[in-house]
């Protein structure tokens, strides 16, 4: 799907700010009152202040009054969301005009002509944060009636992350030509040198066009070449590179009986990413990913898009030494990969696919006796279709270098192998540059009992040895991670390893003479051990620490407000473990760190 971008032919109108709001019902024929106000976008949950409604269950409305721009003949209006969390009905006077399923992902409603004669609207918009096992991520879903007879809605989050909802990212009125470019696929095929590029530029448009031109620009909005073709040979190209980004701009118009119809103008970059014989390529480079698996959370905000805390982020990300994160465990906004692809930062890109494990703390205690996750789950058409919205909307990205199928699905259990073959067909028949595909392994599945990483191109692992597994014990730990690692290397030699989680709970400020659990100390230590036996592996080519900040969380025994294993604070402070991070982050080059 296009990002909402100003041209010739399109407008954008923004329309964050405070809506009217309210949890539970409302009739949309009605006015909704001001009583209640929320901010978009954001989560509503820690903006409303009150306990009970922070952890509300089921249907809550936005509505707000808008103005209206003038609209030709040849033009449309639309309204949309950059993602509302995780179920949305918009209604314009009333009137329902569609619904989108699925918290991460943007989407679009255009508004019948009938409904702007009058020069303003009432929209509103229905949205729902139940999840249950029809949905991704997965919760567990139940009632409690109340002393008032009234049912009370509970979702138990059947993963490690507060469920927070709300219009959490822009909502944009647009107003376009009807007849306009729906869709662009950028695809480049490289020279061997890599001095040359064949760049194939296939769009679609909502109706038929007699022609067309295609421009490509460089970052100077210098114009390169311009063709009536799809097909373009770039000589001398410039790379993408791992933090050194260089973006070109493909400019498409469109003519019908000689008249510009449409313009869009899509970023890319060129560069090269490919899996061979246990190296993760990028420009024929074996490169070392170094980073973190990130939650989008912050004070106040919750989920809500914060763009300062993104930029600040990544330039925290790129101060340690660092050079790549994965968008655990969701989709990000897409001011989030705009940002990456500026900054030369790769990208790991997931869907929403936490919490495929039924039945988590039993397996725990009863030492994998349950087995019912793949009965269980009737995720299938929520899993497919995350696929798709998310390949759709960031198939251009060059940071994007590979996608995740699930973050730690019970991948060792009975049927796992059968629910995961089409969906990592489907990444692969949808994104025209065939990005390399990982799921990313929980630590129940080792070698001998996962059964489906043979699927996948990279073997991504989420390892908390010495933390929960062995507590504490960084002896034990560190043989239980050489030899599990080794056993990885030993199963699948031609195929790369990435440790995508690894990390310890740590209160800033917490100090022990013996390397204790939470303190300062034992985070460095843990840390140490853990890149004593990385640094020993061959085939081990990146480290995403778990996590880069503390963030919030379900209550639950093991968390003091929150999943406290960040570098940085919640607040962007960061852990003495930093300082040792810097010193040996910026000492690995991001390319030929692995001497084979
Ligand atoms: C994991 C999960 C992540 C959790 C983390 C933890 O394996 O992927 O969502 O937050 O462990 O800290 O327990």
């Not at 209206?68 to 995780?86: A, K, M, N, Q, W």
């Not at 373009?232 to 000689?258: K, M, N, P, S």
């Amino acid at each position: 799907m296009l990002y909402p971008l100003l041209t010739k032919t399109r407008r954008v109108y923004d329309l964050s700010g405070v809506w009217n709001f309210t949890l539970g019902d409302h009739d949309p024929q009605r006015l909704l009152s001001s009583e209640e106000l929320m901010v978009v976008p954001s989560s509503f949950n820690d903006v409303i202040v009150d306990k009970d409604k922070r952890n509300y269950i089921g249907d809550f409305w936005y509505e707000r009054l808008v103005d209206l721009p003038s609209v030709s003949d040849t033009e449309e209006l639309v309204i949309r969301f950059g993602s509302v969390t995780h179920q949305a009905k918009v209604y314009v006077n009333g009137t329902f005009l569609g619904e989108h399923r699925g918290g991460f992902t943007p989407f679009e409603i255009v508004i019948p002509d009938s409904f702007y004669q009058a020069g303003h609207i009432k929209l509103s918009v229905c949205v729902n944060n139940c999840l249950d096992k029809t949905t991704l991520p997965v919760g567990n879903y139940s009632e409690e009636v109340n002393e008032d007879g009234s049912v009370k809605k509970i979702v138990k989050e059947n993963f490690d992350f507060f469920n927070y909802a709300g219009i959490h990212r822009p909502v944009k009125l647009i107003v376009r030509p009807k007849n306009h470019i729906s869709d662009i696929a950028i695809k480049s095929v490289l020279s061997d040198d890599l001095k040359s590029a064949d760049i194939e530029i296939a769009f679609t448009t909502s109706k038929s066009i007699d022609s067309y031109k295609i421009t490509i620009l460089d970052e100077d909005k210098h114009i390169l070449t311009e063709t009536s073709m799809n097909h373009i040979h770039l000589e001398q190209v410039r790379l993408w590179e791992v933090l050194d980004a260089y973006l070109y701009t493909a400019r498409i118009e469109t003519f019908c009986h000689g008249l510009l119809v449409d313009v869009f103008e899509e970023r890319f970059g060129l560069r090269k990413v490919e899996v061979k014989e246990a190296q993760f390529l990028i420009n024929n480079k074996p490169v070392y990913f170094k980073g973190f698996g990130k939650h989008e959370d912050t004070f106040i905000n919750g989920r809500g898009l914060n763009e300062a805390a993104n930029l600040m982020d990544l330039n925290l990300l790129k101060e340690i030494g660092a050079n790549s994160f994965r968008t655990s465990h969701y989709p990000y906004s897409e001011e989030m990969m705009r940002l990456a692809d500026r900054m030369g930062i790769l990208v790991i890109n997931e869907v929403p696919a936490v919490g495929l494990f039924h039945n988590f703390m039993a397996s725990l205690d009863l030492d994998d006796k349950d087995n019912g996750t793949w009965n269980v789950m009737k995720t299938k058409e929520a899993h497919e279709q995350a696929i798709r919205e998310l390949v759709k909307r960031d198939k251009n990205h060059p940071s994007v270098v590979m996608w995740v199928v699930a973050n730690e699905p019970a991948s060792h259990e009975e049927g796992a192998h059968d629910y995961f073959e089409p969906l990592v067909q489907l990444y692969r028949e949808l994104d025209p540059e065939k990005r390399p595909v990982t799921l990313v392994n929980i630590m129940m599945a080792t070698p001998d009992k996962d059964q489906v990483m043979d699927l996948v191109d990279v073997i991504c692992l989420n390892r908390y040895y010495a933390w929960y597994v062995d507590h504490g014990d960084l002896k034990k730990g560190e043989d239980g991670l050489r030899k599990e690692l080794l056993a990885w290397q030993e199963k699948f030699p031609k195929k790369p390893i990435i440790m995508t989680e690894y990390g310890a709970d740590t209160l800033p400020g917490l100090h022990s003479s013996w390397d204790i659990p939470y303190t300062e100390e034992f985070q460095s230590a843990f840390y140490e051990m853990s890149h004593r036996v990385f640094d020993s592996l061959p085939n081990l080519v990146g480290e995403q620490v778990w996590n880069f900040a503390d963030f919030e969380t379900n209550l639950m025994l093991l968390r003091v407000q929150g999943n406290h294993k960040g570098l940085f604070s919640r607040n962007r402070q960061p852990k003495q473990v930093v300082r040792d991070f810097k010193e040996r982050w910026r000492a690995i080059p991001n390319y030929h760190y692995k001497k084979k």
